[in-house]
């Protein structure tokens, strides 16, 4: 059995129904904390599920921040102070990392309320996540306004890796599974992962071929 | 232990080790297999790991598209037929799904090349994967060329959700783990999922609640 929305019955679902099927039907996502400091040094600190993969050369990572609550002081402290971090969400924290999608009054550092450490990497000027085991330095590069629904695309390029011994491969791959870090569907539901195997890159006529099935 | 990378650091890897670096640790990302049909009727199809929701009111999903090989078939195709799909990558497959990325001649199916049935559903022009179990058709409504590093941000609107009977919870979630959806490390990585829990919306002051830990 199957069930189909057609455009006419998405549009006429109740508004909450609808966020809740469109924000889960696109995929598990991305999962970062993200750093910042106000001009007047206050830290700040919110959980993104709308992070992306931009390109590697140069290295560029997207985001896609809403015009509401949170995301707007990360979007105002980026728009002044520049540079900005990612920091993976682990499952020995996820619920601490959801805790700051609450809506703490401006200033009120969701560091301190949620129970995370302030770091500081050499002269980066944004804050790190003590607890994470995969942090990045980003450089604000371009926001996008998409005017179809008033959100902005931030477009960072890294400027700083920092990440535990052990889970780089020789070839560059970052073992996410390994350092813990969780995925999630919606807004709301997290998960750990289970890998299946790394494949070969692909070539027509060929079977895919698996090139490691153990330590990813 | 731990590793650093510096800008210059990154500036002078190796070009292959910063692309799967850089690849693999903005974290677990949203895989969907795109659908498209070319001016005279044949089909495309090509697995997309940048995959990221835009907005829910109107219903919105956004996908970075390479200027290189099988994705430019697939953007030349939207621009020009205006309707795509995404449909999900499950467990069962994704063997096939990560082999639509070898380079068939144009006009050589990958549906047919990787063993999908080319599948449609109602009026809606572009082929849907008969194998997948979430089923989205959209239609495009915006590109935005990304000068940074010739890449395009393609954006459509939903028009159309099709899903198997039972994954659907009361409040609107898809259940993206029990549909046996797998999600994607760097280009090449490949996991299924295990349900944390899913937590109720937070409040400052208040601890994270768990409001599902079993149908997620």
Known sequence: MIQTFSHTDLNN?????RSTLI???????????VGTLSPDDRSNLAV?????????????????VRPDGNEHSTLKNIISQKFYTLNN??????????QTSARYAEGDSEFKNCNFTEQYISDFSAPFVGESNIKIGLELKQIIPVELNNTNIII???KLIQFEDGILSDDGFINLNQAGSVTVAGLDSYYTTAPLSRLAYAKPGKEPMIINNQNI
Request: glycine letters at 8%.
């Open 48 to 64: 993104f599920n709308s992070i992306f993969h931009l390109g590697a050369n140069p290295p560029l990572i997207g985001m896609v």
């Open 89 to 98: 969400v682990r499952e020995s924290f996820y619920k601490d990392a959801h």
């Open 23 to 33: 924000n889960s039907i696109s995929g598990f996502k991305s999962l970062q904390l």
């Open 13 to 17: 679902l109740d508004n909450r129904f």
């Open 156 to 158: 960072g390029e890294i």
